[in-house]
């Protein structure tokens, strides 16, 4: 028997604010509404800003230049410079490290060691902002850097054979190769765009030629290819132009993959009721592209972007790293690695890994950001009846 | 004589299907033959189960499906068009004239769009306006009309549910101020209580603004209460057409008959009725010789197995195309 | 009185979701007898499916039963307490085996890969000991008293094979093989052309007699179930606000909500009777009504409006087993009806 004449609060003690706010959302922001509820996707989003900003940033936030110029010269595959705060000499408010002298000698059986001097004078402070190598960033020159030593070279990672910082270079590659990634996504994604747009906007005859071709293309083996391309690459050109050329190759043979997935979608959004609803007005394919069929899949784009990101990005470095991508100067982790197969690195120099760590941390943000956008992405599946 | 909007004359609406193996391509006989006339200012009913080819016959009537055979002419005082060789600048004066209104109130809106935007669209895409400002002030009239206010206009589809989006879609279709609007299915996906909310919406636009419907349902009973003439449809064809009260008191055609009772009657005391069909309704592919009903049909004699029945009128306005009316009806 | 095959008591649903905790059924409590049809009759978001499949406990994860909802199945002097079973074994023997459900969309309840044949064996296999042979056998004298023709060579056909009208009497014909004591039936009809549905109704009132199995038939059309059930329970946004037998509540309704229901139907008999709907629209779930559920939509409530929006209405039970929650149908007023 029910009984209970009492007032009864509401359920869901939601707001009309807030219930405003989500019937006057667009897609956008439902999208973003629902991928800061995963949290995976939410740290690898801050984890991938920070990587790029450091990228962008890189010579600022690196005390030396990365290049030949910059290399220290009596520290030679050095091991990496850990700063600390304490030691058995006290403490002290500002962070420092030893100094360091590399010597050889008959004791070493000829072998360069490194020796640290680790009394209260031979230590080496910290300095924050100091004035150093010049650069350049966005046009205008800058020679302050975020940190450096007040004597001598600090080298948090290390240094590789010819003396140049593996810190300094770490963030630099994150630059090169995430440059190489976007515009390899960039030039995948225009063609992608145009050959699936065609392909999927008119069906038929038109769309099964394309399909051909995108399958073509897509069984075109790309090591092979890449041989070929490297042994044409003339000597003679820049590292900025190779940089460039490899790019560009790159976006040519990805894009079969976006192209499909755009086809798929826009083979499904033209049959949408409201598509007809717009044609039976007499509305022109143009206007059907712009205000229907492309916001439909912008948020699916952006997941295929975003994930066919760490693809440019491994291929680029899988290539450089057998020597058939970038070359030094350019840097990049597979250019950094192509030195890693001596045995005496292996066994050795371990230091020389660490910015795989960065790079894993990397293509999986990437991966962590496509995957919630990916689950974000359809806003208004659970709405229909 | 009041005068006739939209006509169809001997009209058939085939989809070819692909070809499996040799031989003939098989073709989907959606509308055979069809001929109907709907008089300026009526509500017209076209009601039919699966396979009866009555969404496609409205398609038709817009130009949204390809006319076969026969021929579908507008007349709207001094503009005539002939639907199947209209094209280019005729084409969308027609389009302006013309809408349709959508089964289905989750497909038919984009969810990208506001609700303004989904109202403002016909506008823009035709050119009707020549300012923001006339375009949404046009938009907020309709938009009052159909019970929607400010709030509702800024806000997403996803904000609405089944009664208030086919509000929208009607709002939709009446913006460019249409002649001629094809309600299809409009109310079926509905509940009960906001169907007839939605149903007396159109029945006072209808009357205010004098627009044409052409109303198709498979519920009989609904079309019966809004509905001036009705057209039954079967298989591609239409097998009766009357004004609504005679099509009920003087129903001529065995398929009619077996509609009518089929509906679940709300008094529980009158159960078991009689006209209880048997079989299922046959393909649209290979439709039955003769009479596309005599499968089906209580009363199937011979003549009906091979001679398709004439589509004639018994009396003022009421047509149909049986063998036996009389004998079935006296 | 008998012992109800079924006994749903203070039945409340809730489910967590993004938006909160969502209200699906308050409080609904019925009882279903052996051999009886109740049809349950609601709109969108009255919860009819949800309690339909809680008897079942078919609802998903994030369903929230409340602490006294009780849902009680009587077999054989048996009692089961369907809430607390939480072992698969233990809710085998309800799922198919003492209850069957058969849904709106019999494509998509048939698996497409597998013939129909098949999967009817397999139903019979899991719930009984019967051999791949018996279960055949019984398979295809089921598909003839549902009706289809040629049932031997419609074993080993698909899904896709069949109409909409023949899936669903295979559907009805695969739920009873087990021979439940209660068929759900979730729509069953609402996908049908009206003369395929005139038929599947006989078919169902046909087995109802023969198998003396009860039906708790869901819909929203209140045309099929004043020819098919012999009771009625009213639900709107997840409250049971009427229940009697089919023709108190349909030619005598209680509830404001029901005569609204009622007079919104277009009516053969009266073609010029205006349609008036219920006024407003369904609220959302997340945004229940205070007091009375159906407050906000009621023309009837005139003088006693503050108090619908601020009371919850207390059960009337009628004497005749007519039951209503409706502040003018008051305490005071409990003589009223008459079957």
Redesign the interface.
């Known amino acids: 028997?029910?009984?209970?004449?009492?007032?009864?609060?509401?359920?869901?003690?939601?707001d009309q604010k807030r219930?405003e706010a989500?019937?006057?959302?667009?897609?956008g922001q439902?999208i973003w509404a629902r991928f800061k509820?995963q949290k995976a996707a939410m740290v690898g989003a801050g984890i991938l800003i920070v990587l790029i900003l450091s990228g962008f940033f890189a010579p600022f936030l690196t005390p030396y230049d990365p290049t030949i110029a910059g290399r220290n010269k009596d520290y030679l595959n050095g091991a990496p410079n850990v700063p600390s705060f304490c030691d058995d000499n006290g403490c002290s408010l500002r962070p420092f490290i030893y100094t360091y002298e590399r010597t050889r000698s008959i004791q070493t059986n000829f072998r360069w060691v490194t020796e640290t001097d680790t009394s209260l004078d031979a230590r080496r402070y910290l300095v924050f902002f100091p004035q150093g190598d010049e650069y350049t960033l966005m046009g205008m020159n800058f020679s302050t850097h975020m940190f450096g030593v007040d004597s001598g070279k600090i080298h948090i990672f290390g240094t590789d054979a010819t003396g140049k910082d593996i810190y300094s270079r770490t963030l630099q590659a994150i630059n090169t190769s995430l440059a190489v990634g976007t515009i390899g996504v960039f030039i995948a994604f225009v063609l992608a765009l145009i050959i699936g747009g065609i392909s999927g906007y008119y069906g038929g005859w038109i769309d099964s030629i394309l399909q051909m071709m995108t399958d073509a293309v897509r069984t075109i083996p790309t090591i092979p290819l890449f041989m070929a391309l490297a042994a044409f690459i003339p000597a003679t050109w820049s590292s900025e132009t190779r940089f460039l050329f490899i790019s560009i190759i790159l976006g040519f043979v990805g894009w079969p993959t976006l192209a499909r997935r755009v086809r798929t979608h826009l083979l499904t959004e033209r049959n949408?009721?409201?598509v007809?609803?717009?044609?039976?007005?007499?509305?022109?394919a143009g206007?059907v592209i712009r205000?229907?069929l492309l916001?439909?899949f912008t948020s699916y784009i952006i997941v295929d972007l975003i994930i066919s990101f760490p693809y440019m990005v491994l291929s680029e470095t899988a290539l450089s790293f057998i020597g058939l991508g970038l070359k030094d100067p350019v840097n990049s982790l597979g250019v950094m690695l192509q030195n890693v197969t001596s045995a005496d690195v292996l066994l050795n120099y371990q230091w020389y890994f660490i910015p795989v760590l960065f790079f894993i941390t990397l293509v999986l943000a990437f991966v962590f950001v496509g995957d919630g956008l990916r689950d974000a992405a359809d806003?208004?599946a659970d709405?229909?009846? | 004589m009041s005068d006739i909007l939209i006509r169809a004359n001997n009209l058939s609406v085939h989809f070819p299907l692909s070809r499996v193996g040799f031989g003939e391509r098989p073709v989907v006989r959606a509308c055979e033959g069809i001929n109907i006339e709907i008089e300026k200012g009526s509500f017209f009913g076209l009601v039919g189960e699966s396979g009866s080819g009555k969404t496609t016959l409205g398609r038709a009537m817009l130009k949204a499906a390809p006319i076969s055979h026969g021929e579908v002419i507008y007349t709207d005082g001094d503009v005539t068009y002939d639907l199947g060789s209209l094209k280019g600048q005729e084409l969308k004066e027609y389009r302006k004239r013309s809408q349709l209104i959508f089964q289905d109130p989750y497909a038919a809106l984009s969810p990208r769009m506001t609700v303004r935007d989904i109202i403002a669209e016909p506008l823009e895409v035709m050119g009707l306006t020549s300012s923001r400002e006339e375009t949404d002030t046009k938009v907020r009239e309709i938009a009052a009309k159909c019970r929607l206010n400010l709030e509702h206009l800024r806000r997403f589809p996803h904000a609405f549910s089944g009664g208030q989006r086919q509000r929208i879609s009607i709002a939709r279709a009446l913006v460019s101020d249409p002649k001629f609007i094809v309600a299809d299915e409009s109310v079926a996906a509905l509940d009960v209580s906001i169907q007839a909310d939605v149903l007396n919406l159109l029945n006072s636009i209808q009357r205010e603004r004098g627009i044409t419907f052409l109303f198709i349902s498979h519920d009989l009973s609904v079309i019966a209460h809004t509905c001036d003439f009705v057209a039954v449809m079967y298989l591609g064809q239409i097998v009766e057409a009357a004004p609504t009260r005679k099509l009920f008191s003087e129903t001529a055609h065995p398929y009619t008959r077996a509609l009518l009772s089929a509906i679940p009657s709300l008094d529980p005391d009158v159960r078991g009725n009689a006209q209880k069909l048997e079989g299922e309704i046959p393909s649209p592919i290979n439709p039955p010789p003769g009479c596309r009903f005599n499968t089906r049909c209580p009363h199937a004699q011979d003549r009906c197995r091979s001679e398709v029945p004439e589509w004639r009128e018994m009396t003022s306005g009421h047509h149909v195309a049986c063998h036996f009316s009389e004998e079935l009806m006296g | 009185m008998t012992t109800p095959l079924i006994s749903v008591k203070d039945l409340t649903l809730r489910f967590k979701t993004d938006e909160g905790l969502v209200t699906a059924v308050n409080n609904v409590s019925f009882d279903i007898a052996p051999g009886e049809v109740l049809g349950l009759v609601g709109e969108s978001g009255s919860g009819k499916s949800v309690t339909a499949k809680a008897l079942m406990m078919l609802n998903a994860d994030n369903a929230v039963y409340d602490e006294g909802s009780k849902i009680t199945l009587n077999i054989d002097g048996k009692e089961h307490d369907v809430l607390s079973l939480k072992r698969p074994a233990e809710q085998m023997v309800i799922r198919g085996g003492a209850i069957s459900m058969i849904f709106q969309e019999p494509m998509a309840s048939f698996a497409p890969a597998i013939t129909i044949g098949e999967q009817m064996v397999e139903q019979l296999m899991i719930h009984s000991t019967m051999t791949r042979t018996e279960a055949r056998d019984i398979s295809v004298e089921m598909l003839t008293r549902v009706g289809i023709p040629e049932p031997a060579e419609r074993f080993g056909q698909y899904a896709f094979e069949f109409s909409g009208g023949m899936r669903q009497r295979a559907m009805i014909a695969m739920a009873l093989s087990t021979k439940p004591r209660l068929l759900i039936a979730d729509e069953p009809t609402t996908a049908l052309d009206v003369t395929i549905q005139a038929q599947v109704i006989d078919l169902m009132k046909d087995l109802v007699a023969e198998y003396h199995m009860s039906i708790l038939f869901i819909t929203h059309d209140l045309g099929v179930i004043a020819q098919t059930a012999d009771r009625v329970a009213v639900m709107y946004l997840g409250n049971l606000v009427e229940t009697g037998t089919v023709r108190q509540v349909i030619n005598k309704p209680s509830h404001p909500y029901t005569r609204g229901l009622l007079n919104s139907l277009p009516k053969l008999d009266d073609l010029e009777a205006p349609l008036t709907p219920v006024p407003g629209d369904i609220p959302s779930p997340l945004d229940r009504p205070s007091g009375c559920v159906f407050h906000p939509r009621c023309v009837e409530s005139g003088d006693i409006a503050e108090r619908c929006r601020t009371e919850i209405p207390v059960t009337t039970f009628g004497a005749d087993g007519h039951q209503v929650d409706c502040h003018l149908t008051n305490p005071r007023d409990q003589a009223g009806d008459q079957a």
């Open positions: 028997m029910t009984e209970t004449a009492t007032i009864e609060e509401t359920d869901a003690n939601v219930k989500y019937f006057t959302a667009g897609q439902l509820k949408q009721e409201y007809l609803a717009a044609q039976l007005c007499g509305a022109s206007h205000r229907h916001p439909s806003p208004y709405t229909k009846k």
